[in-house]
């Protein structure tokens, strides 16, 4: 397939909702109860403007970062997103593929369509999402099984105490597809599990996160935050980074915008860890604002998925690669050699 050719992350997404059907295209788009936290976390963006400087040659700004011990040509990532399979034939080994080709950093979700090591198998760089299950001796071998099939580091997600209410799925009752999913419907049963969702627990606390960055061979993320507090805790409990994130609006209505939230994470850091960021990124000036703020490294979830949806891994290839030409642009316009030497002094609050 020929490399689709989009100008807008708006131009994936038409491509992505034609060709999925109506229910799986709300069960990627929809939000928790009223979807205000999507809007919010949207509007959050148009509150700041860019303050650029001139006459600085810079026509090449650098994109590259570090992230968990990786070098990536883009300081870009996809975001975990369950049963990639939903969207495309080709599942979670075309997201994985389609990133690296971009220089991004995927994250496969534990509701993965396909074994991990399926997923992983062309070698390049990934990470591994982890659920904070009552069965903390489950989230350790989902996490070794994942690591020992070549992810590079594990991401727990820290905001699902419970499951956020999500009204387009319940409306159409959507089952996440599972039943269609013979490789997730076996890890089901193995694990003793109904469903994925029947497994998280609200008794999760910081100690068994430090446990589980103490056993884990590899880097663990904490994801989800949006109190400065919370990502204190995370750097004492052995985090080598955090994700600041409302996971896409699906858990907590009317929570912060994360674009929001980000300044008092990062000034509460205050550059001990690499802060990664998500939430409503729709262009490449979104990513650059995000930087500017005081992010490391950002997180697409809808839009690389809308990729995948209409193209397969060529798909999520361009839209990354849409992203870091427009994130490229901004830098060189507002006067930055390096999107790392992006700040505050960068933007103008509306």
């Given at each position: 397939?020929?490399?689709?050719?989009?100008?807008?992350?708006?131009?994936?997404?038409e491509?992505?909702?034609a060709?999925?059907?109506?229910?799986d295209?709300?069960?990627?788009m929809t939000?928790?109860?009223?979807?205000?936290?999507?809007?919010?976390?949207?509007?959050?963006?148009?509150?700041?403007?860019?303050?650029?400087?001139?006459l600085?040659?810079?026509?090449?700004p650098?994109?590259?970062t570090r992230?968990?011990?990786?070098?990536?040509?883009?300081?870009l990532?996809?975001?975990?997103?369950?049963?990639?399979?939903?969207?495309?034939p080709?599942a979670?080994p075309?997201?994985?593929?389609?990133a690296?080709?971009a220089?991004?950093l995927?994250?496969?979700?534990?509701?993965?369509?396909?074994?991990?090591?399926?997923?992983?198998?062309?070698?390049?760089?990934?990470?591994i999402?982890?659920?904070?299950?009552?069965?903390?001796?489950?989230?350790?071998?989902i996490?070794?099984?994942a690591?020992a099939?070549?992810a590079?580091?594990?991401v727990?997600?820290?905001?699902?105490?419970?499951?956020?209410?999500?009204?387009r799925?319940?409306?159409?009752?959507?089952?996440s597809?599972?039943?269609?999913?013979?490789?997730?419907?076996?890890?089901?049963?193995?694990?003793?599990?109904?469903?994925?969702?029947?497994?998280?627990?609200?008794?999760?606390?910081?100690?068994?996160?430090?446990a589980?960055?103490?056993?884990?061979?590899?880097?663990?993320?904490?994801?989800?935050?949006?109190?400065?507090?919370?990502?204190?805790?995370?750097?004492?409990?052995?985090?080598?980074?955090?994700?600041?994130?409302?996971?896409?609006?699906?858990?907590?209505?009317?929570?912060?915008?994360?674009?929001?939230a980000?300044?008092?994470?990062?000034a509460?850091?205050d550059?001990?860890?690499?802060?990664?960021?998500?939430?409503?990124?729709?262009?490449?000036?979104?990513?650059?604002?995000?930087?500017?703020l005081?992010?490391?490294?950002?997180a697409?979830?809808?839009?690389?998925?809308?990729?995948?949806?209409?193209?397969?891994?060529d798909?999520?290839t361009?839209?990354l690669e849409?992203?870091a030409?427009?994130?490229?642009?901004?830098?060189?316009?507002?006067?930055?050699?390096?999107?790392?030497?992006?700040?505050?002094?960068?933007?103008?609050?509306?």
């Amino acid at each position: 397939m020929e490399r689709p050719v989009w100008h807008t992350l708006a131009d994936a997404g038409e491509a992505a909702r034609a060709a999925l059907s109506a229910a799986d295209w709300d069960h990627l788009m929809t939000g928790a109860e009223e979807e205000a936290s999507n809007r919010i976390a949207r509007a959050a963006f148009e509150r700041w403007s860019f303050l650029p400087r001139v006459l600085r040659s810079v026509p090449r700004p650098a994109l590259a970062t570090r992230l968990a011990g990786v070098e990536l040509a883009l300081p870009l990532l996809v975001a975990p997103v369950g049963t990639h399979a939903l969207f495309h034939p080709d599942a979670e080994p075309a997201t994985v593929a389609g990133a690296a080709a971009a220089g991004a950093l995927p994250v496969i979700s534990t509701m993965s369509s396909v074994a991990f090591a399926t997923a992983g198998a062309g070698g390049a760089p990934w990470l591994i999402q982890l659920y904070p299950f009552e069965d903390r001796g489950l989230v350790r071998e989902i996490a070794h099984e994942a690591i020992a099939a070549g992810a590079r580091g594990a991401v727990l997600t820290a905001d699902v105490p419970v499951l956020g209410r999500r009204v387009r799925d319940r409306r159409r009752g959507f089952r996440s597809g599972v039943d269609a999913r013979p490789y997730l419907q076996q890890e089901l049963s193995r694990r003793g599990l109904a469903s994925f969702w029947e497994g998280w627990s609200a008794e999760y606390r910081w100690d068994d996160v430090a446990a589980l960055a103490q056993e884990l061979p590899v880097p663990l993320i904490v994801k989800g935050l949006l109190h400065p507090t919370d990502a204190r805790l995370a750097h004492e409990a052995g985090a080598v980074a955090v994700w600041v994130s409302a996971h896409g609006g699906r858990q907590l209505d009317h929570a912060i915008a994360p674009l929001d939230a980000l300044p008092a994470i990062a000034a509460e850091l205050d550059g001990a860890l690499p802060v990664v960021f998500d939430g409503e990124v729709r262009s490449g000036a979104d990513v650059a604002k995000a930087l500017a703020l005081g992010a490391d490294a950002v997180a697409l979830g809808r839009p690389a998925i809308w990729g995948l949806a209409a193209a397969g891994g060529d798909g999520v290839t361009a839209v990354l690669e849409l992203v870091a030409a427009q994130l490229e642009s901004v830098a060189a316009l507002v006067g930055v050699g390096a999107v790392g030497e992006l700040g505050r002094e960068h933007l103008h609050r509306i």
